[in-house]
């Protein structure tokens, strides 16, 4: 039914307790789990080996690139849905879940993908953190179901597989905002939609390593550059530990 795509680099500490935790949680459908490594340099393969269904590896030793990433996982995948996510996200009450993401490609017409809410996990977020999460999720709601542009965060993608090769995958020429690009093109060829009642978590290193005075103008900016020029601001996204 469904094949879960995780991109991963140096993500050793977090991706077997991920993985164990589909496992044990997402029992009432059947999926695959594909691990696609991005030249890491830890033991992730080696953690990730023993719970996912196929690990794939990066064949360009001297390169990185998510987009890359998480295309060869989808080449890789067997069902009609790929599920998207990211190493250390946290999906609450899979069953129930993914139940309700299944059910929103049933009802809505012309369904190709749908988007959830995120937020950090609530031990480390803050009220700021809070604040501008809740506005990306207003704005990917407005984008998705009000103005049918297409928008969402890559810590959650689910795509229908025959839309996903219609439109040929993520742009691996985009350096940043690649998850706003997919939905963007794939709300061209049918409609997008951000379900408001679900979320999923994550830790949200990167804002608080990087600092959301320095990251959030560089989201916008990298969106803006996406949406009017296709191609983004950012020259190179630097994976963070």
């Not at 810590?155 to 439109?167: D, L, N, S, W, Y």
């Not at 560089?218 to 949406?227: D, E, F, P, Q, Y």
């Amino acid at each position: 039914m469904i094949s879960i795509i995780i991109p991963a680099h140096n993500e050793a500490t977090t991706i077997a307790k991920q993985l164990q935790n589909i496992r044990a949680h997402l029992t009432a459908i059947s999926y695959e789990i594909i691990v696609s490594d991005d030249n890491s340099t830890d033991n992730t393969v080696q953690e990730a080996t023993p719970y996912a269904d196929k690990v794939v590896s990066n064949p360009d030793h001297d390169k990185v690139g998510i987009s890359a990433a998480r295309n060869r996982g989808a080449q890789a995948a067997r069902y009609p849905f790929l599920v998207f996510t990211d190493g250390g996200v946290e999906i609450p009450d899979m069953n129930n879940f993914f139940k309700k993401l299944l059910d929103d490609f049933e009802k809505i017409p012309r369904a190709v993908g749908v988007t959830v809410n995120v937020r950090f996990f609530p031990s480390v977020e803050t009220f700021i953190d809070k604040v501008i999460l809740k506005t990306f999720d207003w704005w990917f709601i407005f984008s998705n179901n009000v103005l049918k542009t297409g928008a969402a965060n890559g810590k959650f993608q689910m795509v229908r597989t025959e839309a996903f090769k219609k439109i040929g995958g993520f742009n691996e020429n985009l350096a940043a905002s690649e998850d706003f690009d997919l939905f963007k093109r794939l709300a061209k060829i049918g409609r997008t939609y951000s379900e408001p009642s679900l979320t999923v978590f994550h830790s949200g290193r990167r804002a608080h390593q990087v600092g959301w005075l320095k990251l959030l103008p560089t989201w916008i900016l990298n969106g803006i550059w996406v949406g009017l020029f296709n191609r983004s601001w950012s020259k190179k996204w630097k994976p963070v530990r």
